[in-house]
């Protein structure tokens, strides 16, 4: 089952518009790793974020982490057509982290 | 170093042909997993390997085999192909005590 689930499914935005997209997910993790998937490609990693961290930041990328709430968010600043791919999150477990546990993602489209 | 690669990038079966997807890397990853892509659906882990020799099921085994004998590769088996089975096939590599996966570009497989 998986153990992620990414809101909204799909979101559609202008250019230079921020665009957010949250991850929910329902056991204890070790890590929460955000993905992103251009149409036809394989999963490139973009960020981690470990349990004991509450934010990190990369470059126009930020991601926060509740493990009371059981949620992250991703957030892509100032948002340019090459971002228009689905985004993943993934999950590893406490005592499995190599299993990683991914959501169905959000599919974000960028209007020029 | 060409990463993660995948053989082929398409293949169509009929029902009940066996097959071997490909998958090798060349970053000395001790680490390499399968995964299908459904529409609609986050990753699903096929099967992984924590190192030559050792493998091991994930969540939806059922219907495939994998074996380790080197480092550098990963192939998949599906021993009697059915239509349920058609999906995107992503091959996976990380190193040990690191969480950054790698992926391949993908197999398109349709079953018929």
């Known amino acids: 089952s998986q153990q992620g689930e990414e809101d909204p499914q799909a979101l559609s935005i202008q250019e230079g518009e921020n665009a957010t997209m949250n991850c929910s997910y329902k056991?204890?993790?070790?890590?929460l790793q955000w993905y992103r998937q251009n149409s036809g490609r394989g999963l490139v990693h973009l960020i981690l974020?470990?349990?004991?961290?509450r934010e990190k930041h990369s470059g126009r990328l930020r991601v926060t982490l509740d493990t009371s709430k059981k949620s992250s968010s991703l957030l892509i600043t100032a948002s340019r057509a090459a971002d228009t791919a689905s985004y993943f999150c993934?999950?590893?477990?406490?005592?499995?982290?190599?299993?990683?546990?991914f959501g169905a993602g959000t599919t974000v489209t960028v209007r020029a | 170093n060409a990463g993660v690669t995948q053989t082929p990038k398409f293949q169509v079966l009929k029902t009940g042909q066996s097959m071997t997807l490909q998958c090798a890397q060349d970053?000395?990853?001790?680490?390499m997993s399968w995964y299908r892509q459904d529409p609609g659906m986050g990753l699903r882990l096929i099967h992984y390997?924590?190192?030559?020799?050792?493998?091991d099921q994930g969540e939806v085994p059922n219907g495939y085999n994998v074996s380790r004998s080197t480092t550098e590769d990963f192939p998949l088996r599906l021993l009697s192909a059915a239509p349920s089975q058609t999906s995107v096939y992503f091959c996976?590599?990380?190193?040990?005590?690191?969480?950054?996966?790698?992926f391949g570009p993908g197999t398109r497989l349709l079953v018929l």
């Open positions: 996976a590599s990380r190193r040990q005590g690191r969480e950054t996966q790698y």
């Open positions: 056991t204890s993790i070790n890590n």
């Open positions: 974020i470990r349990s004991n961290e």
């Open positions: 993934a999950t590893g477990g406490p005592d499995n982290d190599y299993k990683l546990s």
């Open positions: 970053m000395n990853h001790e680490y």
């Open positions: 390997s924590v190192g030559a020799g050792i493998t």
